[in-house]
Structures are given as structure tokens and as C-alpha cells.
């Protein structure tokens, strides 16, 4: 069995970001194979739900949640990860830039130990045009010591992404994202009912503005509903650009929603669209998935899967394709697309935690063993 050590500036039950989530499952898979888990990471977006600053144990493993007064300076979380750090095999790190991954990567290569690092799109050349100064100092020094470190990519264009800013010789592993697979909710609305659907964060890279502009050009008639915090300068642009063009009546923004309320809203949805310019992955895909909502995606992701299954469409976030993708899902025969919502759940269960940790334990044992060939994708067991 090997003892694997997680750290991340945010980790379950925070609901900042995918990555949140996807560790956490990851974890919490490992330990009911029998593997020993150490999680360390911050208070930030936990609320009252965890008791701070002493090791927790947890269904996912022994877990620490620093207080952290300023984020970008999580010293008690780097005082909490140096004994997990001394007694792990593996330190697997979540984000490129947040400084306890940059400051513990050398010291775990000082100690012997084996690294391996999930970037989760900050890599992308749309999440590198924000500090972009800052984020090339940190990854010029990563540049030193990257020749030891595995690197994990979900997709081919990832792949690309992590040899563009690192280097041609880098080591990668190309393996998707897994979740777990969660109950399927009451559906309590009619498709004459439903609407369109947006989860994520409020951001540019998501590109919220391209559906919000293709809504007006969507013949169906159905509202949209925005699930995010909108509390910030992006978010007041959003509800500006639905004045400017008269469709602001048809758009909910209901703010940040997180568990069965969030996939309460995935359920009774016609379809969600995921209209990013970039995305390495996209976790609300797959959550939508599970309550068999049929999902646009669009071409700046790795959901291609979505059109050959027909559980989706995987469309271009330009304007009109995009409004066209939604008006094609919206002219389906009942029949045609209860067929869709079918799909859904069968193409989810592809990437079911469960069916697949054996393919991180793969990975774990022929990095630590040195058996591991670089950039290849586990095959399925």
C-alpha cells in the first residue's frame, strides 16, 4: 500500500473550483482500496463545515485545515505538511501557483520523495493571460527541477499546453479526471418546463458572455439560469450585457449553489451549456451527466464525446454555432431526446471513480517502482 500526501490551497467541502471535488474523490477512492492519505490545505471556503488547525480523520483519509488569515501566505498549512511530507511516498500536488505546491515540490525531491503534479488548466493559454508576470517567475523556478516531477494532463490539448510552458521533455501522464457517480435527483419539471443552464465560475475564461449573447437568437423560448457567484466586476458586466440586448427578463442569476440543490437545478434542466474558451476537463460536464441532462460544450474542451454519443453537442463557443447548437437540441422529438437523456448517464459512467482508481494506482506504483513510461494513458482495467 502506498501513503499518498494531498495538498492544495482549497480542498472538499470547499466548492471553489473542480479541482476541489476531483482530489477529494480521488482520495477518498484510494483509502477504500486500502492506500493511507494525508491531506493538508486551507480554510478557505469551508466555512463552519470542518474543525480547523488539527488532523481530522475523514472517509478520505487524515485531513488538516490551516486557518489561513492571508492566502498567499499559508505558513501554518506549510508547518502542518512537513511531518505528512517526512512519512509519505508520494506527494501529489493540486495548482501550479499557489505557493505551498512551489515551496514543498523541491523539498519532498530533497527528501526522496516522488512528486507528481495535476495542474488543472493553469496552463491553458486563456488562464495564463491573468499575472502573467507572476505566474512565469514561478515557473521558471519550477523549470528547475520539473526533469523529476510527473506531471498529470486530462487531454491531448493539455498535453500540449504543460510541453509548451515547461518543456519538451517533461514528464506526463495523460489521465482523465474521475468523479464519483452521485444519486440521480427527482426530476419534478416538464421539458416544456426546463430550461438552460450555466454552472461555474464567473469568470471570462468561461466565456458566459457568448451564451448570454446566443439566447437572444435561441427560438425556444426557455429561460436560462446562471448558478455562480456573479458578485464581482464580471458578473455586473453579465447583467448589463442582458440589458443592453432586451434579454434580461429570460436570465435567473441564482448565485452560488453547491450539493443537492445544485444538482436539483442540473436535473430539471433541459440541457447545460459550457460555453468555455478553455477547459481541461470541465466537472459540471459530468455532473450534469448523472442527472441525465444532455450538455453543450464547447469546442475549446475535450467533450468531442458528447456529439459521437449523442448526449450532447460539442459545438464552437462562437456566437451564432453556439445558439444553433442550442436551437438543434431544442427541435429533438420527445422521443429523440429522451434518447439523449439515456446517453447522458451511460457516458458518465465512464469516468466513475470507482471503476477507475486502479488506473491511479498504476500510475503511483510504476512512477515509485521507476517503471513508468512518460506521457501514456493507463489503459482501461
Known sequence: MIHIFFTAGSFYPAQIGGPDNVMYWQA????RRGHTISVATTDDGVGDRVLLNRWLDTDYGRAYYAKTAIHYAPVRLWLASLKPLWQCDILHLSAMYYPISWMLAPLALLLGKKVVWTPHGELDPDAMIYSTGRKKAVLSFIRLFKKRILFQSTCDAETGYIRAQLGVDTNIVQLS?????????????????????????????????????????????RRLKVVGDYDNDYGREMMALAEQLGCRDRIDFVGHKRDAEKYGLMANAFCLVMPSHTENFGIVVTEALTQGTPVIASTGTPWQLLSERKAGVWASNDVEPLAEAMNQLARLSPDAYAQYRANAVRVVDEFDVERNIQKWELVYHEFLSGKLRTTFTPQPS
Do not use: M
Open 28 to 31: 477518498r477512492a484510494l483509502v
Open 177 to 221: 479526471c474521475f468523479v464519483e457517480v452521485v444519486p440521480k435527483q427527482p426530476r419534478t419539471l416538464t421539458d416544456a418546463q426546463s430550461y438552460w443552464l450555466f454552472v461555474g465560475r464567473i469568470h471570462p475564461k468561461k466565456a458566459l458572455e457568448r451564451l448570454i449573447n446566443a439566447l437572444p437568437l435561441v427560438t425556444d423560448g
